[in-house]
């Protein structure tokens, strides 16, 4: 009886044809987001150690990257902009605004560009919102109102979604808000999707990224308590029902899409809130976990391509409807090569 059971499993992977015929799930390039990086003063692009592929481009760079992109099937993007100038509080979200204007008056709607809102490109402390003086605490609703000031700019210069990171209390509605009053003005403000990075865990996974967003937290003189990580504010990796409560939070004030990030270690965060809470589900492959098959490769241990397809295919099999994920460009290569094996 059991030998019979292993035979009749066995059939259906035995060749290429019947495991494409009965596979359950498949990843396709449309519902995968790249990722951009674009930082203000700098002369040239720069490569990003462990991303593969990825660079801080500059506004010129920048352009020619997304030309490229759209020729090889990828039309999603989530920008990340890094202005040169920092400070502690009354940021200026101009230089991001002005990469989104210049990218949506070339592109138009052949791109859907989402554009990250968060603090931490622009503080002189590298932390995700304004910090009281002695530098002990993030201040939620001094926070909450820069980060609406810069939804509202992007969304006036085009983005199709504005996607904050920050994990500050009220921020969704307070955004969701503040469009809906703009809309008066801007219609078109009526029509920006909210992003809700919902379930972001205070994971050490972002490494690379820190490096790319200039975004790392820091010690700044004249701060006499100044905070180490960013543990006070993104949630505890032992403590997965408050993603359940900050997802459904984030539904309630006007999210229209949710995320779980880190992906690979909270899959399963994913299997489940997917199931419990019917919005749309984002996962971002975060740079840590995505630069840790890239070094894997490098040294020969792992089938690099393969490999990323893999874990691609384990988010859409926990719930994900999209992938963030800086392997986004090489996607189509990358799926093709698979059915041919
Ligand atoms: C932050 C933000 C982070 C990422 C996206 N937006 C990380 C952080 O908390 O430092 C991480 C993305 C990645 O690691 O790829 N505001």
Redesign the pocket.
């Known amino acids: 009886m059991d030998s019979k059971l292993g035979l009749t499993l066995r059939r259906n992977r035995g060749n290429p044809w019947v495991r494409e015929l009965t596979r359950e799930v498949r990843v396709s390039v449309e519902q995968l987001i790249q ?1 951009l990086f674009v930082v203000e003063g700098i002369p040239a692009r720069e490569s990003i150690p462990g991303l593969t592929g990825v660079f801080r481009e500059t506004p010129e760079t920048l352009l020619q990257q997304i030309e490229k992109d759209l020729e090889v099937g990828v039309t999603k993007f989530l920008l ?1 902009g890094v202005p040169k100038n920092k400070g502690l509080s009354n940021f200026d979200p101009s230089f991001v605004a002005s990469q989104i204007q210049a990218a949506k008056k070339r592109f138009g709607k052949k791109i859907f560009l989402a554009v ?1 809102v ?1 603090l ?1 490109s622009s503080t002189a402390h590298g932390q ?1 919102g304004v910090l009281s003086d002695s530098g002990d605490h993030v201040m939620n609703p001094e926070t909450v109102s820069e980060l609406v000031k810069a939804a509202v700019a992007y969304a006036r210069a085009g983005a199709d979604c504005v996607a904050p ?2 994990m500050m209390d009220g921020r969704i509605g307070a955004i969701r808000r503040a469009l809906d009053e703009e809309s008066a003005k801007h219609p078109s403000l009526k029509q920006t999707l909210i992003l809700s ?1 919902s379930a ?1 865990f205070h994971s050490k ?6 490096v790319a ?1 200039d ?1 790392a937290p820091k010690t700044i003189a004249g701060m006499s308590e100044p905070l180490k990580d ?1 543990a006070t504010y ?1 949630i505890d990796p032992g403590r997965p029902s408050d993603a359940y409560l900050s997802s459904v939070r984030d539904q309630e004030e006007g999210a229209d899409i949710l995320m779980v ?2 992906g690979m270690p909270y899959l399963d965060v994913l299997a489940d809130l997917s199931k419990r809470i019917p919005l749309p589900w984002a996962v ?1 492959e ?3 976990e ?1 630069a840790a098959i890239e070094l894997m490769a490098e040294k020969g241990l792992i089938q690099r391509n393969a490999a990323h397809l893999e874990a691609w295919t384990a988010f859409i099999r926990a719930g994900a409807e999209i992938i963030i994920t ?1 392997g986004a460009r090489e996607a189509r290569k990358i799926i093709q090569e698979n059915q041919q094996s």
């Open positions: 990722p990340f990250d968060c931490c995700c990171s920050d990075y972001k996974f972002y490494g690379p990224f820190r967003a975004s960013r993104q990030k880190p971002y975060v740079s840590g995505y800086y």
